[in-house]
């Protein structure tokens, strides 16, 4: 009952910008951390930033004073704003969270992740 659903990506020329949103809806008490990744084929999901629920953020070195991640607890919604954008940025990117949901009778967090959409920054 839970999902994410993402927006905001595209094609992009190199040195532009886009926004990636994502938001959580369904059964859920409070979300927690959330967070975007990266996967390119054939290569492993990695962390591109991640934000507590007191905005706490946490960036990979390759997009630190590029991207910018934020979130509003009230929408339960985060984004990822992308600026200057490289070639090297084309891939997938996935919303995921840490979440109670409040479906159970005893809350318990689980983790949820978005279908997941593609970025690609032509040079």
């Known amino acids: 009952q839970v999902q994410l659903v993402e927006s905001g990506g595209g094609l992009v020329q190199a040195g532009g910008s886009l926004r990636l949103s994502c938001v959580a809806s369904?059964?859920?008490?409070?979300?927690?951390?959330m967070g975007w990744y990266r996967q390119a084929p054939g290569k492993q999901r990695e962390l591109v930033a991640s934000?507590?629920?007191?905005?706490?953020?946490n960036y990979a070195d390759s997009v630190k004073g590029r991207f910018t991640i934020s979130r509003d607890n009230a929408k339960n919604t985060v984004y990822l704003q992308m600026n200057s954008l490289k070639p090297e940025n084309t891939t997938v990117y996935y919303c995921?969270?840490?979440?109670?949901?409040?479906?159970?009778?005893?809350?318990?967090?689980?983790?949820?992740w978005g279908q997941g959409t593609q970025v690609t920054v032509s040079s």
């Open positions: 934000i507590t629920r007191i905005s706490s953020t």
């Open positions: 995921n969270a840490d979440l109670v949901s409040s479906s159970s009778y005893v809350y318990k967090e689980y983790n949820y």
């Open positions: 369904g059964s859920i008490f409070r979300v927690n951390t």
